[in-house]
């Protein structure tokens, strides 16, 4: 019977090899073990937040409704109560019982496996007059009207709008969804993703290829721009009038 020393310095490597093929195969867990981890406290609070979303800098420049109110969908946004409405109102209710963590991954699966139809729940939003900066033509498509329709479950579940961050990509620079949303507890940011691209739920440190331009919630908005570079707000601003057309706003 062959015994270890027997073995050729190549099968080692090659076993070497094949493990490392594996390894860059596998999904990176690190951002779900630390939402499985994470400490919420009370979610009715405004929480303790990073300093630097996605190593960014940031800088409130004020309410969106006064900000963007030009943006705002003319006039009242019928609401219809369709059936993807109801059975999401059914949802929202059967989440209640369960524990912070329960509810956020609850309204991100459910969210996420609605696709189109999320966009009836993001009209609850869209209707309202700091939502629209996200009518540009910048951040259109099904990841907005997700990242929306999420935001607006968890405010009906009672979480502080301050833990909660609608993320607005440069669009021209970053590769990833538009639109994300962010919800921050036990001083850290998770990202919650839509589903094709990112579908997880991940901390905003793991991915440094997103590039914040703006970020709001229906309280706040933000500017952001580059930490540690020759980046400045007053570019970030350049940048956010003409790139996303908001010079008119």
């Not at 908005?221 to 601003?237: K, M, T």
Request: charged residues 20%.
């Amino acid at each position: 019977m062959f015994t270890s020393q027997f073995i050729s310095p190549a099968t080692h490597w090659n076993a070497v090899a094949d493990r490392i093929r594996q390894w860059q195969r596998e999904p990176d867990m690190s951002g779900a073990t630390a939402f499985d981890t994470a400490q919420w406290g009370d979610i009715s609070l405004s929480p303790n937040r990073p300093s630097r979303l996605f190593g960014y800098e940031e800088r409130n420049l004020g309410q969106p409704s006064d900000l963007f109110a030009s943006l705002a969908a003319g006039g009242a946004v019928q609401v219809s109560r369709t059936s993807p409405l109801r059975n999401w109102r059914n949802m929202i209710d059967r989440l209640k019982p369960y524990s912070v963590r329960g509810q956020v991954a609850g309204v991100h699966t459910y969210i996420n496996q609605m696709n189109g139809a999320a966009d009836d729940v993001a009209t609850l939003a869209r209707s309202k007059p700091w939502s629209g900066v996200l009518n540009c033509s910048s951040w259109p498509g099904p990841e907005t009207g997700k990242a929306l329709a999420k935001y607006v479950s968890l405010r009906f579940l009672g979480f502080h709008p301050d833990r909660l961050r609608l993320v607005l990509a440069d669009t021209l620079n970053s590769p990833r969804n538009p639109v994300v949303l962010v919800v921050f507890f036990g001083g850290k940011a998770f990202v919650l993703g839509d589903g094709n691209n990112d579908g997880g739920i991940t901390t905003d440190d793991r991915l440094p290829d997103f590039r914040p331009g703006c970020s709001l919630n229906a309280r706040q908005f933000y500017l952001h721009w580059a930490a540690n570079s020759n980046d400045s707000p007053a570019e970030a601003a350049t940048r956010l009038l003409n790139q996303f057309g908001l010079a008119a706003a």
